[in-house]
């Protein structure tokens, strides 16, 4: 049974920072690829970044320059830095992987950003 945990996330000000990481469990095959999904309230799950195997990451626009995806390392960890946050970064995010082409889900963990 693949289990994806997710670390706590929190309350920020506009401006801080926030480092999220996500531990895969349960599966003895690579994964191919971890990443970050977002959503907001009224809002669909979109795509924050994913990174592949070979390290190769991918952004969307809205968070390049300010969000950071590492990890895929031996451990099947993967972390997400996220710098300069704003108001609409606040939502729910949550983990992902892909796994012989099968995605499983982190429970999700919040992110708000407010003063």
């Known amino acids: 049974q693949v289990q994806l945990v997710e670390s706590a996330g929190g309350l920020v000000q506009p401006g801080g920072s926030l480092r999220l990481s996500c531990a895969a469990s349960g599966s003895s095959f690579s994964i191919s690829a971890m990443g970050w999904f977002r959503q907001a309230p009224g809002n669909q799950r979109e795509l924050v970044a994913v990174?592949?195997?070979?390290?190769?990451?991918t952004y969307s626009d809205f968070v390049k320059g300010r969000f950071t995806i590492s990890g895929m390392n031996a451990g099947h960890t993967m972390h997400l830095q996220m710098n300069s946050l704003k108001a609409e970064d606040t939502a729910v995010y949550y983990c992902?992987?892909?796994?012989?082409?099968?995605?499983?889900w982190g429970k999700g963990t919040l992110v708000t950003v407010s003063s």
């Open positions: 990174v592949t195997s070979d390290g190769t990451p």
């Open positions: 992902y992987a892909e796994i012989l082409g099968v995605d499983y």
